[in-house]
């Protein structure tokens, strides 16, 4: 089983867009999860050309998410990640092939969220995140349809559920996007609805959002599943 070392939107913007209002004292240590085929480690500079190489092989595949295409789309894409860390609203990963150190992609934790608990409360004071989303998950041509992007997801589910022990995981997608919608009833997340005019498209038009969301709660149920799921490749 791997074991935890420690798409949506536009590529530029605040950090602050992203964030709870309760987010601007919370810090985000940088993370590195180790698995069988992947490893997800924080996203710099470093990672840009083979982001670029990454991307390139077929961007047919990304018509419904904003996947940088060449150096300065990439450089920005990292910039603005860094920004985000910084500003305490999320982690972003390079997806990097464990055989052979190949970055075949990117994925994030954002939107993080950090409640406000009263004093009194139990959780009041505590410093991990109460929720997030997953998103910004792409990954090349030739790691679509393999063990990568289940066991990226379990994870980072498992990350957020058992080590930042968060309350709940959601996930976002273009309504037109099959493949994607597919991908996330597989792996448990729950149709929550449809949030009409959500954010801006990778087309650029006003996109419906699928909304999916895990709580923690159904977390066994879904590593039990995705576990079930890595056994079989």
């Known amino acids: 089983m791997p074991r935890a070392k420690g798409q949506d939107a536009s590529f530029a913007g605040s950090p602050h867009n992203a964030a709870s209002s309760h987010n601007k004292e919370m810090q985000v240590d940088e993370i590195v999860l180790q698995g069988k085929y992947i490893q997800l480690e924080p996203l710099s500079h470093r990672h840009i050309d083979g982001l670029v190489a990454a991307a390139s092989e077929d961007p047919s595949l990304y018509r419904w998410s904003p996947v940088p295409q060449g150096k300065d789309a990439a450089e920005k894409y990292v910039d603005t990640a860094l920004e985000w860390r910084n500003a305490g609203t ?4 390079a997806t990097v092939r464990v055989k052979d150190g190949v970055v ?3 994925t994030r934790f954002w939107n993080i969220e950090r409640w406000a608990w009263p004093e009194g409360h139990p959780l009041h004071g505590r410093k991990a995140p109460d929720a997030c989303e997953i998103g910004y998950t792409w990954l090349a041509a030739s790691s679509v349809r393999s063990a990568v992007n289940t066991e990226a997801k379990f994870l980072m589910l498992q990350h957020a559920f058992e080590t930042w022990r968060v309350l709940r995981i959601c996930f976002h997608t273009d309504s037109r996007n099959e493949r994607s919608r597919a991908a ?3 792996i448990g997340g729950k149709f929550e609805g449809i949030l009409r005019a959500h954010r801006m498209a990778a087309d650029f038009i006003p996109r419906d959002s699928v909304r999916y969301s895990i709580v923690a709660a159904e977390w066994p149920g ?4 995705l576990v079930a799921r890595m056994n079989r490749y």
Do not use: D
Not at 222 to 225: I, N, W
């Open 104 to 106: 075949i992609g990117s």
């Open 184 to 186: 996330l009833e597989r």
């Open 222 to 225: 879904v590593k039990e599943k």
């Open 90 to 93: 999320a982690v972003a990963f």
